[in-house]
């Protein structure tokens, strides 16, 4: 049997002795995200360089920011009013983000302090909820339960009167803002949920896939 004593060389003082036959484990580095084209599963050490087959959107429009629990995420490229980002993100197939727990919102927050570092006039984002119905009474476009709230301190607080619109910004916390051009005027996050089915989606094809989702 293999018995090698160990020193502690850093001031922690942990010494100790090593009992039986050593075993070693190679780094394989590689993609561990199992949604992912090039998932790697003999990697134990991510590169951060997992690839996905992700729904095409408007480029012009859109950048590809990530995937998430079966969801994908892009960030829109310019700055607009809530209610045109909404309809900027339906049109694109999907809606503006939805959060349903504190992981997810972490998420969503790097991808808005990706986009705040390539612009100095971004510093926020806009989401998929309202309470333009009944002041106070939040909820996300899609219906989905408003089980999960992140507002900052004092918020929502309708300080400026008709602001029922949600806001992600860089810190994680929400705010709940305005429907204009300014000031409250932002990037979107794009959501467009998984479970999509690749073919050929026009009807005149011979190979037409009246299943399919993403042609």
């Known amino acids: 049997n ?28 590689g993609c561990t995200d199992p949604f992912a084209e090039n998932y790697n599963p003999d990697a134990n050490f991510d590169d951060e ?7 095409p959107v408007d480029e012009d429009l859109f950048t590809f920011s990530g995937y998430y629990e079966g969801s994908f995420y892009y960030a829109s490229n310019e700055n ?15 809606h503006l983000v939805t959060i349903s727990d504190a ?12 986009a705040v570092y390539g612009s100095d006039q971004i510093f926020a984002a806009h989401m998929g909820c309202s309470d333009e119905e009944s002041e106070g009474n939040w909820y996300w476009i899609t219906g989905e ?3 999960y709230s992140n507002w900052g301190e004092g918020e929502p607080s309708n300080s400026w009167g008709g602001e029922h619109f949600g806001q992600l910004n860089t810190n994680g916390f929400w705010n709940d803002c305005r429907n ?23 009807p005149l094809a011979e190979n037409y896939n009246p299943d399919a989702t993403i042609d």
């Open 2 to 29: 293999f018995n090698q004593d160990v020193n502690d060389q850093t001031s922690n003082g942990n010494d100790g002795t090593i009992y039986g036959d050593p075993v070693w484990i190679e780094n394989v580095y």
């Open 49 to 55: 360089n997992c690839e996905y087959d992700y729904p």
């Open 80 to 94: 607009k009013s809530w209610y045109d980002n909404k309809i900027l993100c339906e049109n694109q197939g999907g």
């Open 103 to 114: 992981e997810e919102n972490r998420n969503v927050q790097e991808i808005v302090q990706e």
């Open 145 to 147: 339960g408003f089980s």
């Open 180 to 202: 204009n051009d300014s000031p409250d005027a932002y990037i979107a996050i794009l959501e467009i949920e998984g479970n999509f089915i690749y073919g050929c989606t026009d």
